[in-house]
C-alpha cells in the first residue's frame, strides 16, 4: 500500500468529488439498512396481531434497537391506530421509496466517485507522458518501448481500478458492514457474535489469498511488458522480418511469451477463483446460523428474539453477501495497482541526469561555439566516442565532420544539443558555457537532422511545421521544403502537402523523408543547424541540388555537417576528419588535399565512384 501513497495528491485535487462520493455512499447505505429493521417490524405485527387481542403492532422492547426514523414510522401507526392491512400497505410503500432513495444515491456514489477517477487517470497519463518527456537519452536506451507504453497505458489502467471501483466498493463495504453489524448487535448481542463468527475464517483467508496475488501480479505486469515489446518490435521491423521469411520464428518467439503470460494470468485466476466459492460458504454458513440459533431462540431461550428478528438477520446477511464476497476482489483490484503504481513509481522518482542547472538563465544562443578538451563515453555500452576533443567554430562558420563509422561524429552534435554531458570538458556558445542556457532555449535556437528520420504519421505539412512552437503558413512550409528540394515531390502527390506520411514516413522513399527532414530543421530559422548525415538516401544530383539550397540559406547561420562524404561544391570554412574520437586531420579543403591523408583517400575514391 505504501506505493499507492503516490496517489495521494490526486485524492486532495478532486477532493470535492471524492467527499461527495463518501456522503453518497454513507446515505445509500443508510437507506438500505432500514429496510430489514421494516420487514422485521411488519413480521413481527402480523405475528402479535394474530396472537394478541390489543390493538397493539409490536412489543415495545423492540422498539429500542430499531433507527430513529424507524421507531417515528412504528409510533405514528400506534397514534392512527392503522389496521394491519394498512400498516402492511405503507411499509411496502416505504420499503419501495427506501430501494428508491438507495438506489438514486447509488447512482450519484458511482457519478462522484467513478469521475474522480477518470479525472485521476487523465491527470496521471499527462503526469507519466511529462516525464517521459523529461528523461533524458541514456534512459531511453535503457528501456524498451513496449514497457513505457504498458506503463502508460496498462498500469494506469490498473491503477484507476484503485482510484475508482476499489475505493467505492472499500467505503461501500466499510458503510454496508458497519451499519448493519451495529444495527445486529442492537437488536441481540448474541445471536450477531453467532452469526457473525466466520467472519476472522474470512480475514485469514484474504490475509494469505492476497499476498500470493500481489507477487503473481508483478510477474503477470513484468511478462505484459515483455509481450508488448515483442509486438512492438515485430510491427517495426516487419519488412526485415518478411524480406528474411522470418514470420515462423516471431510467431514461435511470441507465442512462447504469450503462453507465459497466460500461464500466470490463469495462475492468477486460480488463486482468485477461491474467493467466490469461500464468500459463498462463509455467508451460507452465517445464514444457515441465523436460522438455526435464531429459532432455537424463540422457541427455548430469549422471548426477545422473534420471527422478525430472525428477519431482520437474514436480510442483513444478504446484504453482506456482495460486499462481503468484494472484499477478495476489492483486494485484488488494490494488490495490482499497488504492483503497478509499483512500477510507475520507478520511473516517476528518477532525476534525469540532463536538467537546467540552478544558474541556467540565458534563452538567446548566438556567438562561437567551442568544444575544450572533451570526452565522453557511453555508459550503456561503456564506447568511448571523444577523447580530448578541441574545436572551435567561430559565429557564421560551416564546418564539415568527416569520418568513419564510430569515430564521434553524431556524438559531437548530441552534447552540442546538451543530450549528454560530457565526462570531461566544456562546451561553450558565445563565450558561455552550454550548462548556463535553459535547454529550451537551447534546442530552440539550434536546428538539428538526425541520421536516422523520424517522421510522425501525421501530415506533410504538420511534419515540417513541427520544427516551430506555432502554426505556420503554407507560404512559410512550401518555402521551407523548396530549400530542402522536396516541393516539387510533395505538389505530385495526389493530396499535396495534406499526404499523411503513415507511421515513421512508411509511404515515403527513404530521400523524402531526408528532405522533409532537412525542411523541419529549416522553418525554424535557427541560429546554428546540425545535418547529421542527412542526404544518404537521395541521389547525386539531388544531393548537389540541395547543397546548392544550402549555400544560400546558410549564409549568415553556423552550420555543423557530418557525413560520409565530400561536399567540393559546397565552400566550408572548415573540415575536420575524426578517428578513434579524436581529430586526425584539419583544415580546407585545398589543405588537406595536400596532406595526403585519409581525406585525400577518400576524395580520390568519390571521384571514382562518381565517373562510374
Not at 545535418?531 to 539550397?549: G, P
Request: charge should be positive.
Amino acid at each position: 500500500m505504501k506505493h499507492l501513497s503516490a496517489l495521494n495528491k490526486y485524492f486532495w485535487k478532486y477532493k470535492k468529488l471524492f467527499i461527495a462520493g463518501v456522503f453518497c455512499i454513507i446515505i445509500s447505505n443508510y437507506f438500505r439498512v432500514l429496510s430489514p429493521q421494516i420487514a422485521g417490524f411488519v413480521i413481527d405485527a402480523v405475528e402479535h396481531k394474530m396472537s394478541d387481542v390489543q390493538n397493539t403492532v409490536i412489543h415495545p422492547t423492540k422498539k429500542s434497537s430499531y433507527n430513529i426514523l424507524v421507531v417515528q414510522l412504528i409510533q405514528w401507526f400506534e397514534l392512527k391506530k392503522f389496521s394491519l392491512s394498512k400498516i402492511v400497505l405503507i411499509c411496502s410503500l416505504t420499503l419501495f421509496l427506501l430501494a428508491l432513495l438507495g438506489g438514486l444515491f447509488m447512482f450519484l456514489m458511482r457519478q462522484t466517485i467513478i469521475v474522480m477517477s477518470r479525472h485521476i487517470e487523465y491527470a496521471q497519463k499527462n503526469e507519466v507522458f511529462k516525464k517521459y518527456l523529461q528523461l533524458d537519452m541514456s534512459f531511453f536506451k535503457s528501456n524498451t518501448t513496449g514497457d513505457l507504453m504498458n506503463r502508460i497505458s496498462e498500469d494506469i489502467s490498473r491503477v484507476r481500478q484503485y482510484t475508482g471501483p476499489a475505493v467505492m466498493y472499500i467505503i461501500n463495504l466499510t458503510t454496508t458492514i458497519g451499519l448493519s453489524v451495529y444495527f445486529m448487535l442492537r437488536e441481540n448481542v448474541e445471536l450477531t457474535l453467532y452469526v457473525l463468527s466466520p467472519l476472522p475464517l474470512l480475514a485469514i483467508i484474504i490475509y494469505f489469498v492476497n499476498t500470493i496475488i500481489n507477487k503473481k501480479s508483478e510477474k503477470i505486469q513484468a511478462l505484459l511488458s515483455d509481450l508488448t515489446t515483442s509486438a512492438q518490435e515485430s510491427y517495426s521491423g516487419i519488412k526485415v522480418i518478411k524480406s528474411f521469411v522470418q514470420e515462423k520464428v516471431s510467431t514461435a518467439f511470441f507465442s512462447k511469451k504469450s503462453e507465459d503470460y497466460k500461464k500466470s494470468a490463469i495462475s492468477l485466476a486460480k488463486v482468485e477463483a477461491i474467493y467466490f466459492p469461500a464468500m459463498s460458504l462463509l455467508i451460507g454458513i452465517s445464514t444457515l446460523l441465523t436460522i438455526g440459533i435464531g429459532s432455537w431462540y424463540v422457541i427455548f431461550k430469549d422471548n426477545s428474539v422473534t420471527a422478525g428478528t430472525i428477519t431482520e438477520f437474514v436480510i442483513y446477511i444478504n446484504m453482506l453477501t456482495f460486499p462481503v464476497s468484494a472484499i477478495g476482489w476489492t483486494a485484488s483490484m488494490v494488490q495490482r495497482a499497488a504492483a503497478s503504481q509499483k512500477r510507475l513509481n520507478e520511473f516517476l522518482q528518477i532525476t534525469p541526469s540532463i536538467k537546467d542547472s540552478t544558474n541556467a538563465t540565458l534563452t538567446k544562443v548566438s556567438g562561437n561555439i567551442e568544444f575544450k578538451n572533451i570526452s565522453f563515453t557511453y555508459k550503456n555500452t561503456g564506447i568511448k566516442a571523444l577523447h580530448n576533443f578541441t574545436l572551435k567554430i567561430n559565429k557564421g562558420e560551416k564546418v564539415l565532420v568527416l569520418g568513419k563509422t564510430g569515430s564521434g561524429k553524431t556524438t559531437l552534435a548530441q552534447l552540442l544539443l546538451h543530450f549528454y554531458k560530457p565526462d570531461n570538458g566544456t562546451i561553450t556558445i558565445g563565450n558561455n558555457d552550454i550548462n548556463l542556457y535553459t535547454i529550451q532555449g537551447l534546442r530552440e535556437h539550434i536546428s538539428y537532422v538526425p541520421q536516422d528520420v523520424f517522421l510522425f504519421s501525421d501530415s506533410i505539412k504538420n511534419n515540417i511545421n513541427f520544427g516551430l512552437n506555432e502554426k505556420a503558413q503554407i507560404e512559410t512550409i512550401e518555402h521551407a521544403a523548396k530549400f530542402a528540394s522536396v516541393h516539387n515531390d510533395i505538389i505530385n502527390f495526389e493530396k499535396g502537402y495534406d499526404t499523411i506520411t503513415g507511421e515513421r514516413g512508411v509511404t515515403l522513399s527513404g530521400g523524402q523523408k531526408q528532405r522533409i527532414s532537412i525542411a523541419r530543421a529549416l522553418i525554424k530559422e535557427p541560429e546554428i543547424i546540425v545535418f547529421d548525415d542527412c542526404l544518404s538516401a537521395v541521389d547525386a544530383k539531388t544531393e548537389h541540388e540541395i547543397i546548392s539550397n544550402l549555400y544560400k540559406y546558410l549564409q549568415n547561420k553556423t552550420a555543423i555537417i557530418i557525413t560520409h562524404r565530400i561536399f567540393s561544391s559546397f565552400s566550408f570554412d572548415k573540415i575536420i576528419v575524426l578517428e578513434n574520437g579524436a581529430i586526425a586531420e584539419t583544415g580546407t579543403h585545398e589543405q588537406l588535399l595536400a596532406n595526403n591523408g585519409y581525406y585525400t583517400e577518400l576524395y580520390k575514391k568519390q571521384l571514382m565512384e562518381d565517373k562510374e
